[in-house]
Structure formats: structure tokens, C-alpha cells
């Protein structure tokens, strides 16, 4: 079982990747996603196998992490809706 600071510095990791996709995806660069819906399970299914007590611990992390992550959707979604609007613009009038 991973222990509280191992998970912590597991959610500092993701986060930290995480911020690195947003900013290349604003740029307009690719980003591998993939493993990083398991990485965030494996983390909250290591929070639920902790003690209540240092689960609850983790909580403002991993509010953290959500938050970040929700950014990143946001950042996606931004550049999904220019791309599209630049794709249209392309064929106006034709």
C-alpha cells in the first residue's frame, strides 16, 4: 500500500504534468494523453486504501488535482472550438 507522502508526491507529479500539457496545448502542440485517466485512478484508489484519517489528509491535493485537470479540459476544449472556427472560416463563401 503506498503511503500518504507517496501518493502526495504522486499528485504533485500528475499535477505537474498536467500544468506542462495546458501550456503546449495553448500553443497548439501535441500532447500524449494517454495512461493519464490511470494514473489519476491508481492515485484515488491509493486515497481509498489509506486509513480515513490520512485519506481526508490528502483531500486538499487532490482537490488540487481536480482543479488542474479541469483547466486542462478547458484548454482542450478552447483550442478544439479555434481550430474548428479556423476549419470554417477556410470554406465561407465557397
Given at each position: 500500500?503506498a503511503?500518504p507522502?507517496?501518493?502526495?508526491?504522486?499528485?504533485?507529479?500528475?499535477?505537474?504534468?498536467?500544468?506542462?500539457?495546458?501550456?503546449?496545448?495553448?500553443?497548439?502542440?501535441?500532447?500524449p494523453?494517454?495512461?493519464?485517466?490511470?494514473?489519476?485512478?491508481?492515485?484515488?484508489?491509493?486515497?481509498n486504501?489509506?486509513?480515513?484519517?490520512?485519506?481526508?489528509?490528502?483531500?486538499?491535493?487532490?482537490?488540487?488535482?481536480?482543479?488542474?485537470?479541469?483547466?486542462?479540459?478547458?484548454?482542450?476544449?478552447?483550442?478544439d472550438?479555434?481550430?474548428?472556427?479556423?476549419?470554417?472560416s477556410?470554406?465561407?463563401?465557397?
Amino acid at each position: 500500500m503506498a503511503t500518504p507522502q507517496e501518493i502526495s508526491a504522486r499528485i504533485v507529479q500528475v499535477k505537474t504534468y498536467i500544468q506542462d500539457c495546458e501550456r503546449r496545448i495553448a500553443k497548439g502542440e501535441p500532447v500524449p494523453l494517454t495512461g493519464l485517466d490511470d494514473n489519476v485512478t491508481e492515485i484515488c484508489s491509493d486515497i481509498n486504501a489509506l486509513p480515513q484519517e490520512d485519506g481526508a489528509a490528502l483531500e486538499p491535493e487532490l482537490a488540487g488535482l481536480i482543479d488542474v485537470l479541469d483547466k486542462l479540459v478547458a484548454t482542450i476544449r478552447e483550442f478544439d472550438d479555434s481550430v474548428f472556427e479556423d476549419d470554417t472560416s477556410k470554406t465561407d463563401g465557397v
